[in-house]
């Protein structure tokens, strides 16, 4: 079982459609992050989390300490929100690693 | 706000060429790491620095080495190319105790030909 889990794996939607993508993890952790990644392009931070919920503009992340569990938001969908989002946790249990969910493929259909 | 800084944005290289990559953390940020997602891949750990020595060693090919510099900017230098050198390169940075977890470069992708 993977220390990092997303779900779902694939998600398409409408475009104005809201959102949700789930990150559940199994460790310790000092922080979370949300990323973004275009095909064929960077990496993008969306969020880094310990505590609470933030919000940029249409996102947002919350994260839940006690449960393990973070989740991303995405309000009014755009075929521009398409992309891969990746959860990543840095462990207190693991020296030094970066532990990275398998990623959430989202589709915004226009 | 300051991020990571990684240079260049784009490299295309032919087999057997050398390249370079350049990786500039945040200020007061002592600690990177660099990882290699390959297309459709997971990220993959290659090698940490903290304090200008190597911290730990993923799995990085031979060919790769790295190191970090006094101003803590971190290159990675990879040699007699191959194809499946192709990936996204991308550095994460962090201060040693890790409270405010990463800053993540947005990568390099190189491409062999």
């Known amino acids: 079982k993977n220390e990092v889990e997303q779900s779902p794996q694939n998600l398409t939607a409408q475009e104005g459609e809201f959102i949700t993508i789930n990150c559940s993890y199994s460790v310790g952790i000092s922080a979370l992050h949300w990323l973004q990644q275009h095909p064929g392009g960077g990496i993008v931070s969306l969020f880094m989390?310990?505590?609470g919920k933030k919000k940029h503009g249409r996102l947002i992340a919350t994260i839940n300490i006690q449960e393990k569990h973070s989740s991303l938001h995405i309000t009014a969908s755009h075929p521009r929100d398409s992309a891969v989002y990746i959860c990543?946790?840095?462990?207190?249990?693991?020296?030094?690693?970066?532990?990275f969910g398998k990623g959430t493929r989202l589709h915004i259909l226009p | 706000a300051a991020g990571v800084i990684q240079s260049p944005r784009h490299l295309i290289k032919e087999k057997r060429e050398t390249a370079t990559l350049k990786c500039y953390p945040i200020p007061r940020h002592d600690t990177v790491y660099w990882y290699q997602q390959g297309p459709g891949q997971d990220p993959q750990f290659l090698i940490s620095f903290y304090e200008k020595m190597q911290s730990d060693k993923g799995s990085i090919p031979d060919r790769f080495s790295a190191q970090q510099f006094s101003d803590y900017h971190s290159e990675l230098n990879m040699s007699s190319l191959e194809l499946g050198d192709s990936a996204l390169y991308f550095c994460?940075?962090?201060?040693?105790?890790?409270?405010?977890?990463?800053?993540f470069g947005s990568g390099t992708r190189l491409t062999v030909v």
């Open positions: 994460a940075s962090s201060s040693k105790d890790r409270h405010y977890g990463y800053t």
């Open positions: 990543a946790v840095s462990s207190m249990n693991r020296d030094d690693k970066i532990i």
């Open positions: 989390l310990s505590s």
